[in-house]
């Protein structure tokens, strides 16, 4: 009796084993990654006075900025106020073209978020005034 069981012993043991394996479902199905999403546009409402204008019509709407950085085709325009600085970055839409504005960043002296279009008003406001 114990001559059967030490060989029924192995043959158990191959069975549970082959119990874990799971069966064949055929060819591995091939996932696409998804596509990369785009990315965040920030809202553009109240910017429409500076977005898409060329550094002259940014010097008739807020005056002389307080810093002019270029970069290899690349500008940026600051201008500030009492109640905030305002960037703005301008690319070329085209190749020779003239740089417009494609982005409007704001904050507040301290350097605290501030609403761009906001921003845009308040520093009108104060060349309108001069």
Do not use: N
Request: net charge positive; glycine share 8%.
């Amino acid at each position: 009796m114990i001559r059967r069981l030490g060989a029924l012993v192995p043959m158990i043991g191959l069975a549970a084993l082959a119990a874990c394996t799971t069966p064949s479902a055929g060819p591995p199905t091939i996932v696409s990654p998804p596509s990369s999403p785009s990315p965040a546009k920030l809202p553009t409402a109240g910017l429409e006075r500076v977005m898409g204008q060329d550094a002259r019509a940014l010097q008739l709407l807020f005056g002389d900025p307080d810093l002019d950085l270029r970069e290899t085709g690349a500008r940026k325009l600051q201008f500030s106020g009492p109640l905030c600085v305002l960037d703005t970055y301008l690319y070329p839409r085209g190749s020779g073209r003239e740089p417009v504005v494609t982005y409007v960043d704001a904050r507040r002296p301290d350097g605290t978020d501030f609403d761009r279009a906001s921003c845009v008003a308040a520093l009108s406001r104060r060349q309108e005034a001069r």
